[in-house]
Every structure is written in structure tokens, then in C-alpha cells.
């Protein structure tokens, strides 16, 4: 069937022209949509850096403050163990101290009783050349 109204010629320009102008335009629409999917990666992207700066500075603040506290613990464990170490110094010395006197006054008593003894025995032995 031949259409008077449009020769087959004429048509086929038209439908051509027409594929031609859809492709341009999808082209056309794909760019735009690329780019803006460009652009919106972009944007993700700098907020993500800028995200990961803001938690980069928090770890570096936080490790920071750690290290201070650290050395504040590590301060006071230390002067916890020189107070240790005195008060057992002074342990000691008040010990031996102690030891020292009792060593002492056992040797005293120990001295007196050995004296009465040798004086009984001295006393018994000469009311014995008496007798």
C-alpha cells in the first residue's frame, strides 16, 4: 500500500530525523544525569573527607588525652611506690628497733637470773665449806 500523502522517501527522512533527535536527546539527558550523578558523588565525597578530618582530629585529641592521663597514672603509681618503699624503711627500722631492744632486755634478764644463779650457787657453795 502505497500512502499518497507521505511518500515512502519522505517518510523514512521523517522517522530518521525523528530516531536521531530521540538519540540526541537520550544522549543529552544521559550526560545531564551523568553529571549530576558526578556532582552528587562529589559532594558525598567532600562530606565524607570532611567527616573523616573531624573524626581524624577527635582520635588524634582523644589519643592525646590518653597519653596525658597515662602519664598521670603512670605518675602517681610511681609516687605511690616511693611512699610504699619509705613507709616500708620506716617498717623496718621500727622493727629492728623493737627487735633490738627485746634482744636486749632478754640478754638483761637473762644476765640477772645467770648472776642470782651463780650467787645461789656461790652462797650454797659456801655454807657447804662452812658446814
Given at each position: 500500500m502505497n500512502n499518497p500523502i507521505f511518500p515512502r522517501d519522505q517518510l523514512q527522512d521523517f522517522l530518521n530525523t525523528v530516531m536521531q533527535a530521540i538519540k540526541a536527546e537520550s544522549a543529552k539527558q544521559s550526560a545531564a544525569l551523568q553529571?549530576?550523578?558526578?556532582?552528587?558523588?562529589?559532594?558525598?565525597?567532600?562530606?565524607?573527607?570532611?567527616?573523616?578530618?573531624?573524626?581524624?582530629?577527635?582520635?588524634?585529641?582523644?589519643?592525646?588525652?590518653?597519653?596525658?592521663?597515662?602519664?598521670?597514672?603512670?605518675?602517681?603509681?610511681?609516687?605511690?611506690?616511693?611512699?610504699?618503699?619509705?613507709?616500708?624503711?620506716?617498717?623496718?627500722?621500727?622493727?629492728?628497733?623493737?627487735?633490738?631492744?627485746?634482744h636486749d632486755k632478754i640478754m638483761e634478764d637473762f644476765e640477772a637470773r645467770l648472776n642470782s644463779e651463780i650467787l645461789i650457787v656461790r652462797k650454797d657453795r659456801q655454807c657447804k665449806k662452812r658446814q
Open positions: 553529571e549530576q550523578s558526578i556532582k552528587e558523588f562529589a559532594k558525598q565525597t567532600a562530606a565524607l573527607q570532611e567527616e573523616s578530618k573531624k573524626q581524624t582530629a577527635l582520635l588524634k585529641t582523644e589519643s592525646a588525652n590518653l597519653k596525658a592521663e597515662s602519664a598521670k597514672l603512670t605518675s602517681a603509681v610511681e609516687s605511690l611506690r616511693s611512699e610504699i618503699k619509705r613507709e616500708n624503711e620506716k617498717l623496718a627500722k621500727n622493727l629492728t628497733a623493737k627487735f633490738e631492744a627485746a
